[in-house]
């Protein structure tokens, strides 16, 4: 009775939404920084940070850092482990991970021009062209000063980028790719303990137990690019 009398009081609060990153949308934000926004650098950076959280179903907090780098939590760059047709991101630790026991995400090539493996491969190439001393233990995505991605300054971009796509950048943050992911995944009917095996969904304890081959994977992230009609 007292809190609904104070909700009278006070109004209801009515959190803004958090609207997704679909693929859609990731689209039109890679083909803006081709297009050329910031630098060369910090456009290729932010596009292979859009990708990969996108792919790899991420939270910002896991590509980005609230403070200083710390390269036992943060990723670095020898983090990411690239093979003949896909890359491997090892988290060293997550939101579901207390334990920091680590996890794998596969990044595999696709035939789309958004592509996590391509974007992954083409950053690496500018990182080693413009870095004399470059070395694994350094941040995996840093700005133009070399410092580490912070979370501020990686919103602050989207959201230029957004509204430079005409999309009302107030409605996202960094959780949106995350979301976006789901959404896209959901719409092309890629099944659901897949999905949360992609996402690293813990509500169905038996999804832990499904054992997921790269190929299949491979077949979901591709069909992630199909997701173009929301």
């Known amino acids: 009775m007292v809190m609904r009398a104070v909700k009278r009081i006070q109004g209801e609060h009515n959190p803004k939404p958090r609207l997704p990153i679909t693929f859609q949308v990731l689209g039109r934000i890679c083909n803006s920084l081709r297009a050329g926004v910031f630098s060369t650098f910090t456009d290729c950076m932010l596009e292979t940070a859009c990708t990969v959280a996108f792919f790899g179903f991420l939270r910002c907090g896991e590509f980005t850092v609230s403070k200083n780098f710390d390269s036992t939590v943060n990723l670095s760059v020898t983090d990411v482990e690239i093979l003949d047709s896909y890359a491997i991101l090892h988290l060293k630790t997550s939101k579901t991970d207390p334990f920091r026991k680590g996890v794998s995400i ?5 035939d789309h021009t958004i592509c996590p493996f391509s974007a992954v491969q083409k950053y690496f190439a500018i990182r080693k062209g413009r870095e004399a001393s470059f070395c694994f233990s350094d941040p995996l995505f840093v700005k133009e000063n070399g410092n580490a991605l912070d979370r501020d300054f990686f919103i602050r971009s989207l959201r230029h980028v957004l509204d430079i796509c005409v999309y009302n950048s107030s409605f996202y943050n960094g959780h949106s790719f995350r979301i976006g992911a789901r959404t ?47």
Do not use: E, P
């Open 106 to 110: 596969q990044l595999h090539k696709s």
């Open 184 to 230: 896209s995944a959901g719409s092309v009917n890629i099944q659901d303990h897949l999905i949360k095996t992609l996402g690293r969904w813990t509500s169905d304890g038996y999804c832990r137990y499904i054992r997921i081959s790269k190929d299949t994977i491979r077949k979901a992230q591709k069909s992630l690019t199909l997701s173009n009609n929301i």
